[in-house]
């Protein structure tokens, strides 16, 4: 079975601090993708970044980061100077070679809430 | 490329009728995937199709759900008596087969059943 915890459910920032958004994941399968997405108030699902089991070098795309580490099954993602328009909820997920790689799990998300 | 696009975007229903839900897929990608989200929780997974064939389907999807992907592009998914448990958003996704495994969703269609 396929786990994904967000231990946290809502977070409050200032503008411009940093903030890190946690994600423990739980599978038995070696092979498996983690992936970052977005979902603004809109309401769509925005991809972010897909991170395969095989490469644990950390991520940087502007603002955002990633730190994927396996010996602690955790893949946390971290904005830096944030935004108000980062307000939104943001999901962790995997999917694993026993799924075929389409079946994705979804953790319950974290609300994250700048302010300005 | 445009995005996937879902129809309607929100729907009203008493409780009992029968509604079908749309999904136009990016066009190139050959796989397809609906997951139904409630208020405060991630998406859970539905069924997925790749082309026209229905490759898995969840213990979510009761007798009441169906989906279909005739002609393997747009996907319908119907929900048949429906409750007032079903209210929740419904989301497809799609991917393509030389990708990895990446989704990309739709705007959602939202249903409340009164």
């Known amino acids: 079975a396929q786990k994904v915890t967000q231990a946290q459910t809502e977070i409050s920032v200032v503008e411009k601090e940093d903030v890190t958004l946690d994600c423990v994941y739980e599978t038995r399968d070696t092979t498996y993708y983690l992936f970052w997405y977005k979902q603004p108030p809109s309401g769509e699902l925005v991809f972010l970044i897909r991170r395969n089991s095989f490469d644990e070098q950390n991520e940087i795309s502007g603002r955002y980061s990633w730190n994927f580490q396996k010996s602690t099954s955790s893949f946390n993602f971290t904005i830096t100077a944030s935004q108000v328009v980062d307000s939104a909820v943001y999901f962790c997920a995997l999917t694993s070679n026993s799924g075929g790689y389409q079946k994705v799990t979804f953790g319950i998300g974290t609300k994250l809430q700048v302010i300005p | 490329d445009t995005g996937v696009s879902q129809n309607p975007r929100h729907k009203i229903t008493k409780r009992g009728q029968n509604v079908t839900f749309r999904c136009d897929p990016i066009?190139?990608?050959?796989?397809l995937y609906w997951y139904r989200q409630t208020l405060g929780q991630g998406p859970e997974f539905l069924t997925y199709f790749q082309n026209e064939a229905q490759l898995e389907k969840s213990r979510l999807l009761s007798d009441r759900f169906s989906a279909e992907r005739p002609k393997g592009s747009f996907s319908t998914l119907e929900i048949q008596r429906t409750e007032q448990g079903d209210s929740a958003m419904y989301l497809c996704?799609?991917?393509?087969?030389?990708?990895?495994?990446?989704?990309?969703f739709g705007p959602g269609t939202r249903l409340t059943v009164t």
């Open positions: 996704a799609s991917s393509h087969r030389t990708g990895n495994y990446e989704q990309y």
């Open positions: 066009s190139e990608h050959n796989r």
